[in-house]
């Protein structure tokens, strides 16, 4: 039973454009998400998070916007770069747990 | 300051054998998680441990256990090894008290043959 989804295993986008990635989940529990971003031979690294009380949350580059009635949520990166290129995990928290349950990531390739 | 810590980085064993992995958290906190994330796939819930005793665990079997020592540093134990437990096995460190903190080690890959 996956509770967090992400339904696009990869995605190529030009340096300078918006990059987006899509997460849906379906635990109505969940009351807090987070992102994070692997690369190889390393471990996830936190990116940005957003309560659901909330509905947007921003820092630098990355937003981050939750649609609760959809159970969406949605990382944007702008402008894309290089560097960027990595593996992007969506993760939620929620009730007494204080687990993260993780989607199955989306690859983001940032070509010149 | 140093992060989280995991050992070995490698590992190779064979169906049946039993396995230790380590992990210290980073300054500060005082729990720590275990999550497996077999290829392709997202990282999934082990358990995770506070003082000293098992706080939750995800849906793994009894074969998977751990530990946690009063410095909190925390193991990884798996018996009777079976193929499907290769995978990239992630420790991650948080402080109980604070907010969702939570940081990774570069985790263990162990391949089963």
């Known amino acids: 039973d996956q509770q967090v989804k992400q339904n696009s295993p990869s995605l190529s986008v030009q340096e300078g454009r918006i990059s987006i990635l899509n997460c849906d989940y379906t635990n109505s529990m969940f009351d807090y998400f987070l992102w994070y971003k692997k690369y190889p031979a390393e471990g996830p690294t936190f990116l940005i998070s957003?309560?659901?009380?909330?509905d947007k949350n921003e820092d630098g580059r990355f937003t981050v916007f939750l649609n609760k009635s959809a159970k969406h949520l949605s990382l944007h990166i702008v402008p894309s770069q290089p560097g960027d290129s990595a593996v992007y995990f969506c993760?939620?928290?929620?009730?007494?747990?204080?687990?993260?349950?993780f989607g199955t990531g989306t690859r983001l390739q940032v070509t010149l | 300051d140093a992060g989280v810590t995991q050992s070995p980085t490698h590992l190779i064993k064979t169906r049946g054998q039993q396995v230790t992995l380590r992990c210290s958290p980073k300054s500060g906190h005082d729990t720590v998680s275990w999550y497996q994330q077999a290829l392709g796939q997202g990282p999934q819930f082990i358990f995770q441990y506070y003082e000293e005793e098992e706080r939750q665990r995800g849906n793994f079997p009894d074969r998977f256990s751990g530990h946690q020592f009063p410095n909190y540093s925390s193991e990884l134990n798996v018996n009777a090894l079976l193929l499907g437990d290769s995978a990239l096995y992630l420790c991650?460190?948080?402080?109980?008290?604070?907010?969702?903190?939570?940081?990774f080690g570069s985790g263990t890959r162990l391949t089963v043959v």
């Open positions: 991650a460190s948080s402080a109980l008290a604070g907010s969702y903190g939570y940081t």
């Open positions: 993760a939620a928290l929620g009730g007494t747990a204080s687990k993260l349950t």
């Open positions: 957003i309560s659901s009380i909330k």
